[in-house]
């Protein structure tokens, strides 16, 4: 039996990808068994279960497993970096079942500095689906931490880490401006308000405008229905304003996105107020990257990178 | 009997102040009381007990207390605005007690837009303590939401909120930069650090800058105690980088804190980086802008500003 257990294991949430010998993905199962949320009998009962009924394949992790406070600490491989070099810098743990967990180790940008942890293994799979972007591109990866990454001659040049997701939640579940008291409609119009108010932010920057969420809805001209969107807008809107600001994304250079669905046309909306024009998203990088990873490490045979998963477009 | 008590009624502590006929300031109470924390009894129960013993002097309230949510919603007055144009538009409530309590309106900048209240109280305090500033300065007031406020010829011409205070407590305590688990210690080289690094993110702000943050953390060269100073520091150096890029901040304006001693210190220490020289902050101003506006409603007879309390350098 040939093929590659892959697993995408992040803070809140567990994906596992079974292989075949030739690279094509049988099946993805999903548990909300993230670093921060384990079962009882902790990591080696949620790799058990999650794997129940697999054959004892090769395994590799990639993700906040892999923390400081993950199952096993990986050191961050320093930029720049390709495929050959996260191949050759796997490494392992022994699991309870007594066999091998191999880890991908994260990335890190000395200049910042800033850290990734299993968005380089989404990176890499974006582009084994994509390699045409090899040579020059920014990858944008919405989430939690989004990720804005220059990817220059097939190797990750330089990131920066915008905690939008985050900041969005605290800023509505912890301060005034989430305190509405009404229930949340879907107004993209407000959502476009909110970029548009980031982009004519200009050098002050939209911390400067976050306060406008308050006073236009004191105004009447927001409803308060309306701010979680106008201040996701604003929020999103602050990535591409920050990321033309300091040159991490160039008009003359692609972007990409890579991620889920509904967040990626957030997206590709803000970029819209930006005279930007962003291709449709690539979704379940994490399982090509894995497999391209593993291949490199020789945990499989190299082979070619199968096109049986290409993604469909997300958004 | 002459004189007036004064209220600055915020949203979560009540002060009063007790002035005779020639606005000499006689005591001074404070209460846990903002309008988000009333005793039992409400409004009325607040203001009976913080008055408690003092004369039946007419009565004015500055702060939250006339916001939407709080005792009496008040307009905002539109700027430009001046002493006697807020003087003009004090309005009143009838308490329990069968008499009235005068209330401040709150400021609205249109360009914006952005709101204030409380802090329009302060500002004109100040002026009344310093005129020499009414011909142009720029008034800074820290806080859960600071103010940048552009005074010229007397009056007030713009404003600007920035939430740092509110980020801060958010970022805290709801994201992963407060999730060190260490005791905070006071590292002002860390809070340095942090302005430095505002004020060097240039056009792209602090926002982009917020995950350095953990990543020096993991770097090792920031210690996980110091973490909330070099948080400090970007969201505080953040106010001077954005303030001098849209031009609320002049370095041909005086630049002038109002506020609280710890607090306006750091912010004489940010301001160093930005090779700002900043004098000691104007402190107790509200109780001196409730004298001032009373004499303008002619709630007491009209007379020069005391200087009996002339305020002591705060920082």
Redesign the interface.
């Known amino acids: 039996m040939h093929g590659l257990i892959g697993l995408d294991w992040g803070t809140s949430s567990l994906r596992a990808f079974r292989f075949d010998g030739a690279g094509a993905l049988v099946e993805t199962r999903a548990r909300p068994w993230g670093i921060r949320q384990l079962p009882d009998g902790g990591y080696d009962a949620a790799l058990a279960g999650i794997t129940t009924g697999w054959p004892a394949l090769p395994r590799l992790a990639c993700g906040m497993v892999g923390s400081?406070g993950g199952w096993r600490e990986m050191p961050y491989l320093d930029l720049p970096a390709d495929a050959v070099q996260l191949g050759r810098a796997l490494g392992h743990l022994r699991a309870a079942d007594g066999r091998d967990v191999h880890l991908v180790p994260g990335l890190?940008d000395p200049h910042?500095?800033?850290?990734m942890r299993g968005e380089e293994t989404q990176l890499l799979g974006a582009l084994a689906l994509r390699p045409a972007l090899a040579d020059a591109c920014t990858f944008i990866q919405p989430g939690t931490?989004s990720k804005w990454t220059v990817v220059r001659d097939g190797a990750v040049r330089s990131f920066?880490?915008?905690?939008t997701g985050?900041?969005f939640?605290?800023?509505r579940?912890?301060?005034?401006l989430g305190a509405t008291g009404a229930a949340t409609v879907d107004d993209i119009e407000a959502f476009e308000r909110g970029a548009a108010a980031a982009r004519d932010?200009?050098?002050?920057?939209?911390?400067?405008r976050?306060?406008?969420t308050?006073?236009?809805m004191?105004?009447g001209v927001l409803a308060p229905a309306s701010v979680p969107d106008y201040l996701s807008g604003l929020l999103i809107g602050?990535e591409f304003r920050?990321a033309l600001?300091?040159g991490l994304a160039r008009r003359d250079t692609p972007l990409q996105l890579i991620g889920e669905a509904a967040l990626c046309a957030r997206y590709r909306r803000a970029a819209a107020l930006f005279d930007i024009e962003l291709p449709p998203a690539i979704a379940d990088a994490a399982a090509r990257g894995l497999w391209l990873l593993a291949t490199q490490a020789g945990l499989v045979p190299p082979g070619p990178i199968p096109s049986v998963s290409e993604t469909t477009p997300a958004c």
């Open positions: 400081r890190r910042g500095p800033d850290v931490h920066r880490t915008l905690m985050e900041l939640a605290a800023l579940q912890h301060s005034i932010s200009g050098a002050a920057g939209a911390l400067s976050l306060f406008s308050r006073a236009l004191l105004d602050e920050t600001a300091d």
